[in-house]
Nanobody, 120 residues
Framework: QVQLVESGGGLVQPGGSLRLSCAAS????????MGWYRQAPGKQRELVAK???????NYADSVKGRFAISRDNGNNPVYLQMNNLKPEDTAVYSC??????????????WGQGTQVTVSS
C-alpha cells in the first residue's frame, strides 16, 4: 500500500518561510510526478507546484518567485520551500503523486493534508 506522508506545516508570520516535505512509502516502481495542491476555506483546490520525472516544474502564478519545489535523488521525498509567505497562502496543503506499481500500473495518490497558516 503506497502512502504519502507530509510534514512541515504550521503557523508563520507574514514574510516568513516554511518547508513542506512529502515522502512516498510502500512498494512501488516509479514516481511519475509529485506536487502540492492547496485549498483555502470556501475556495476550490488549486495546484501550487509540480515536478515531473524529468525535473520540469510548474507553479501557480500566485507563488512564482516565492515557492520552490525540489526533490532528492531518486525522486523521493519532494520538498516545497515557501518564502515570503502571505496571509492569502493560508490553506490546507496536500501532496499529490502519480506512482506506478511493480506491474507498471499507475495510480494517483494524495497525502492527508497539512495546515499552513500565515498570520501576525
Amino acid at each position: 500500500q503506497v502512502q504519502l506522508v507530509e510534514s512541515g506545516g504550521g503557523l508563520v508570520q507574514p514574510g516568513g518561510s516554511l518547508r513542506l516535505s512529502c515522502a512516498a512509502s510502500g512498494r512501488f516502481f516509479s514516481i511519475h510526478h509529485m506536487g502540492w495542491y492547496r485549498q483555502a476555506p470556501g475556495k476550490q483546490r488549486e495546484l501550487v507546484a509540480k515536478i515531473t520525472g524529468g525535473d520540469s516544474t510548474n507553479y501557480a502564478d500566485s507563488v512564482k518567485g516565492r515557492f520552490a519545489i525540489s526533490r532528492d535523488n531518486g525522486n523521493n521525498p519532494v520538498y516545497l520551500q515557501m518564502n515570503n509567505l502571505k496571509p492569502e497562502d493560508t490553506a490546507v496543503y496536500s501532496c499529490n503523486a502519480f506512482i506506478a506499481n511493480v506491474y507498471g500500473l499507475g495510480n494517483e495518490y494524495w497525502g492527508q493534508g497539512t495546515q499552513v497558516t500565515v498570520s501576525s
